[in-house]
């Protein structure tokens, strides 16, 4: 079982990234997937989740910024980070829970002001 996240990266303030997570070994159509993030010297936050029916929650710091979605047959989800602040910069962490909880090792996300 294992998540595995990739697109973070160095982006100019208003700018946009796309983070990805694929899954391996999970019941990936059946877990609710989220993305959390943690900031230097800051407890890890939720982001945004969806669930297996597609149902989607978001942080209020990046409502209308962020675009959360899956793809249950590539078995993988989506972090579309648009109009990025310098306060988004953090390691962001794919998250998926069942009756069990599976994180991502994490990608760092640097937006420069």
């Known amino acids: 079982m294992q998540l595995v996240e990739s697109g973070g990266g160095l982006v100019q303030a208003g700018g946009s990234l796309r983070l990805s997570c694929e899954a391996a070994?999970?019941?990936?159509?059946?877990?609710?997937m989220g993305w959390y993030r943690q900031g230097s010297e800051k407890q890890r936050e939720l982001v945004a989740t969806?669930?297996?029916?597609?149902?989607?929650t978001y942080a209020d710091s990046v409502k209308g910024r962020f675009i959360i979605s899956r793809d249950n047959v590539k078995e993988m989800v989506f972090l579309q980070m648009n109009s990025q602040k310098a306060e988004d910069t953090a390691v962001y962490y794919c998250?998926?829970?069942?009756?069990?909880?599976?994180w991502g090792q994490g990608t760092q996300v640097t937006v420069s002001s």
């Open positions: 969806i669930t297996s029916d597609g149902n989607i």
């Open positions: 998250h998926a829970r069942r009756w069990y909880e599976l």
């Open positions: 070994g999970i019941t990936f159509s059946a877990a609710t």
